[in-house]
């Protein structure tokens, strides 16, 4: 069966700088695979590209065994939505009309359920969906851009960093969300800094170093690889 996700041979500059280098990894469907690596590693630039941010010099994505369209607003009707690092929610607009902006697919009372279903998932955004959301903590902006994502029903959603600058209680409350839509059946593809616990939900990880992937496997073995502990675990 082909992969949900499927990069292969991507390489991307930035004027002279090699920014990806011939990167290919897999997602299956129903997986959460994390990307981890030290900061400039290219990990937010392999997000960008597929989402259609950033134009690759080679290479090709593929999602459902087919070509991905060039424009982000047709990736995302496809069903890949990515929530960028530092969340970037409109801080003018209520949280209320954030989600509904993340909406704009669908309409009536099908936009209203799933306006109900973030409500659900993200009880204070319901508690404050009057309140502007520059007005929100980091933790609760994240929350709102998890949402506003999750409200183009993604069938991949991709997160960058999404513990980025959170206290470790709010960490742990974002990675129980992230699981929580993993087992309802949303396919995650996670870059993440916090190695060690983007591998420990991880069904599959790879490592990217400078543009390369030097390693991959399941979340299990690279956690208990030495080379991995060292580098990334503090171990």
């Not at 590693?41 to 994505?61: D, E, M, Q, W, Y």
């Not at 998890?146 to 709010?170: F, H, N, Q, T, V």
């Amino acid at each position: 069966m082909e992969p949900m996700l499927k990069v292969t041979d991507l390489s991307v500059s930035y004027g002279h700088v090699e920014a990806l280098r011939g990167v290919s990894i897999q997602v299956e469907q129903g997986q959460i695979v994390s990307i981890i690596g030290a900061n400039g590693a290219g990990k937010s630039t392999l997000l960008r590209t597929i989402s259609g941010l950033v134009k690759p010099l080679n290479g090709r994505v593929e999602f459902l065994g087919e070509p991905l369209p060039k424009k982000p607003n047709k990736i995302v009707a496809k069903g890949i939505v990515h929530v960028p690092e530092g969340r970037k929610t409109f801080s003018g607009l209520t949280i209320r009309d954030n989600l509904l902006v993340g909406g704009y697919l669908f309409k009536g009372k099908e936009l209203e359920k799933d306006l109900q279903d973030q409500y659900k998932l993200f009880p204070i955004l319901e508690e404050r969906k009057n309140q502007y959301a520059g007005t929100l903590s980091g933790g609760e902006q994240q929350m709102l851009a998890m949402g506003r994502a999750l409200m183009s029903r993604p069938k991949l959603l991709m997160l960058d960093e999404p513990s980025m600058g959170l206290a470790p209680i709010l960490v742990e409350q974002i990675f129980k969300i992230i699981q929580t839509l993993h087992e309802a059946g949303t396919t995650i593809l996670l870059v993440e800094q916090n190695a060690q616990a983007a591998l420990s939900i991880a069904d599959r990880g790879y490592v990217l170093e400078t543009g390369k992937i030097v390693t991959s496997g399941t979340g299990t073995e690279l956690l208990a690889s030495p080379e991995i502990k060292k580098a990334y675990l503090g171990g």
